[in-house]
């Protein structure tokens, strides 16, 4: 079985002031047929992908809102295991293995929907005069929870996980580890974003089963604020990430049903 456990397409955008809790509440009347239920979160503060400047530049930047924030949506699919997030600044179209154990539909199938839900999304702010969506960033996240055929001590051997980690004898006992990986994507020789892989020891809930996860995200700045672009940036990422899990995972892995 694939390790997948977590999908996730999410478009960052200008910030639709307008666009408020009641507002947020009439759109469910245009997706209600797809999604059962609204559930109210935190916003998910505002990340870009910025280069130059002090060292710790290339660390994503975070932007802190002061003032009351509006809460992000998360509407519940009718098709267990997905959900659509909207806030003000930030569609994201979430597909979760567990607890219901639904299949990955794909990416084409996660594309196509994402696509559809932000020409409703779209054509209800046009409607509404509330403002248009202009992209900023596009982020493509994959979890997968990595296992070792046969060996339940899986947190003592990153080793064959990744090629990417070697064992030091320092005298103790190897324990756990936690590793994180950043990458540069650029465009026409300017660099657009990042592709971050990160290693964590970790337990599979719903089978108590030990792990490692890994998670990759890609998210870059698209060449324009127009949605085609933003897409031609998210085929770009999947491309990328689908290139980055064959590098960073072992033939053990792979070859278990990681491929």
Known sequence: ??????MRMSLQFATLGSLRTPYIGLLWSKLRDRY???IEQPP???VFETFGGPPNAGVPQLNIQFNAPV???VFEGNDAGMYLHVQQDRLMLVWSRYPTEQPYPGYEAMRDRFASEIRVVQDFLEAENLGE???????LVYINALLLPGDAAVHEHLDRVTPLWQPIDTGLPFESAHMLNRYIISSGGKPTGRLHTSFSPAVLTATG?????LEI??????????IASAFATFDEAHDLIGRAFKGVTSSTVR?????
Request: charged share 20%; aromatic share 4%; proline share 17%.
């Open 255 to 259: 070859a278990s049903g990681g491929d």
């Open 133 to 139: 969506i202009q992209p900023n960033q596009c982020e």
């Open 217 to 226: 995200v890609a998210r870059c700045r698209p060449e324009g604020v127009a």
């Open 1 to 6: 079985m694939s390790p997948l456990i977590e």
């Open 71 to 73: 809460p992000r949506i």
């Open 44 to 46: 998910i503060p505002p």
């Open 36 to 38: 059962f239920q609204g």
């Open 209 to 213: 089963e030990p792990n490692y996860q």
